[in-house]
C-alpha cells in the first residue's frame, strides 16, 4: 500500500462523508461536485482493497473497515491542523500557553529570570506557572497537567525525560548567637543535637533531612514545621533554633534577619534541580523553545560552587 496514494482533500472528503450520511452532502461540504466526490471515495477504497461505506438509497453507512479509517483521517488531519498552526505561529508571532510546575527552590534561586528572560523574547506566550512539591510535580507531568516540571534530585522520575537543570547548595541557617555560628563549615551530624525548624514531611527537602537522618541512626528534633523559606528564616531569627535551606533563597533574609549561613560538608548537600517532560518530541512550539532556553539558561550558568558565603 503506497502512502502517497492518500491525499488530504480525499481524507477530509470522507470525513465530511461519514458526518453526513451520504456522498452529495460530504461534496456538499467539501465543495465539491458529486461525481468528484464519488470517483474520490471509489480511489480511496481501491487504494485500500476494501470497502468503507454501505451504498444505501437513503445515503451511506460505514463498515467495520470505514469506522477503522474515519478515526485514522481524524487524526492526520488533526496532525496536519496542529501542524500548520505551530508554523503560522513563527510568521505572525509565537502564540500559546505553557504549563509549568516548579519547587520553592527553583521559584526562589533561578526560575524567574530565566522566564523573564523567555518572556522578553516571546511576549504572545502566556506561563501558567503552579508551585508544587516535586513528588507532585512529577504525578502533574506523568498526568499531562504540566507541560514541564522542575524538580529536585532523588524524585522517582525513570519514566520522564529529565535533565539537569541548577546545581543548589544546602546551607545550615544559625542565628549569630547560637552555638554552631562560629563554625566556618560543619557536617550534618555536627546540627543533629540541636532544634530544628523544618518544611511539611511531604517536601523533597524535608524528606531529604530525614532521610540522612535515619541514615545516621539519629533522630531529628524538629521543633516546629512551616511552609516557606521565609517562615524558616524568621523561626531561626526568633526561636534561635537551625534549619537548613538552599543558599540561594537563604542569603536575602540571612542579610535582612543577621543570619549566619554555615557551609554543610556532606555530598548530598549539594543537590541537583531537574527539569522534566513526558515527551519532548510531544511538546507544543512554545513549550519546545521554553525548554530549549531552560537547557541553554542552565549550560550558561554560574556554578552554585562560586556562590561567596552570607555572613
Given amino acids: 500500500m503506497n502512502p502517497a496514494r492518500f491525499d488530504l482533500v480525499t ?37 485500500l482493497g476494501t470497502p468503507l461505506l454501505y451504498r444505501l438509497s437513503s445515503g ?9 479509517c474515519l478515526a485514522h483521517a ?43 528572560a523567555f518572556m522578553q523574547a516571546q511576549p504572545g506566550v502566556r506561563i501558567d506557572l503552579e508551585e508544587h512539591n516535586s513528588n507532585h510535580i ?9 507541560d514541564l516540571g522542575i524538580f529536585a534530585d532523588r524524585t522517582p522520575c525513570n519514566d520522564l525525560e529529565s535533565v539537569p ?24 551530624i555536627d546540627t543533629i543535637d540541636f532544634d530544628y525548624v ?24 524538629l521543633r516546629i514545621q512551616v511552609r516557606s523559606f521565609d517562615a524558616i528564616c524568621r523561626m531561626v531569627a526568633t526561636t534561635r533554633m537551625i534549619g537548613i535551606l538552599p543558599r540561594r533563597a537563604a542569603a536575602p ?22 527539569l522534566g517532560v513526558r515527551n519532548s518530541e510531544a511538546l507544543t512550539t512554545p513549550a519546545r523553545l521554553l525548554l530549549w532556553h531552560l537547557k541553554h539558561q542552565a549550560e550558561n550558568a554560574e556554578p552554585a560552587s562560586s556562590v561567596a558565603s552570607d555572613r
Fill in 198 to 221: 523544618g518544611l511539611p514531611p511531604t517536601t523533597s527537602l524535608a524528606m531529604r533531612l530525614q532521610e540522612e537522618s535515619t541514615r545516621l541512626d539519629q533522630v531529628l528534633r
Fill in 165 to 188: 537543570y541548577r546545581r543548589d547548595e544546602l546551607v545550615l541557617v544559625t542565628h549569630p548567637e547560637h552555638p554552631l555560628a562560629g563554625r566556618k563549615t560543619l557536617s550534618f
Fill in 138 to 146: 512529577v504525578q502533574l507531568v506523568r498526568d499531562n497537567r504540566a
Fill in 11 to 47: 481524507l477530509a472528503l470522507f470525513v465530511d462523508v461519514a458526518r453526513e450520511g451520504s456522498i452529495s452532502g460530504g461534496a456538499r461540504r467539501a465543495h465539491l461536485a458529486v461525481g468528484a466526490a464519488s470517483r474520490r471515495i471509489t480511489d480511496l477504497e481501491a487504494a
Fill in 253 to 274: 533574609h540571612a542579610r535582612s534577619m543577621k543570619l549566619k549561613l554555615i557551609r554543610l560538608n556532606d555530598g548530598w548537600a549539594r543537590r541537583w534541580l531537574l
Fill in 74 to 116: 481524524q487524526r492526520v488531519l488533526h496532525e496536519v491542523s496542529q501542524m500548520a498552526g505551530s508554523l503560522s505561529d513563527f510568521a505572525h508571532g509565537l502564540r500559546g500557553q505553557i504549563r509549568i510546575a516548579a519547587n520553592t527552590s527553583s521559584l526562589t534561586q533561578f526560575l524567574p529570570e530565566d522566564l523573564a
Fill in 60 to 68: 451511506v453507512e460505514l463498515t467495520q473497515a470505514g469506522h477503522a
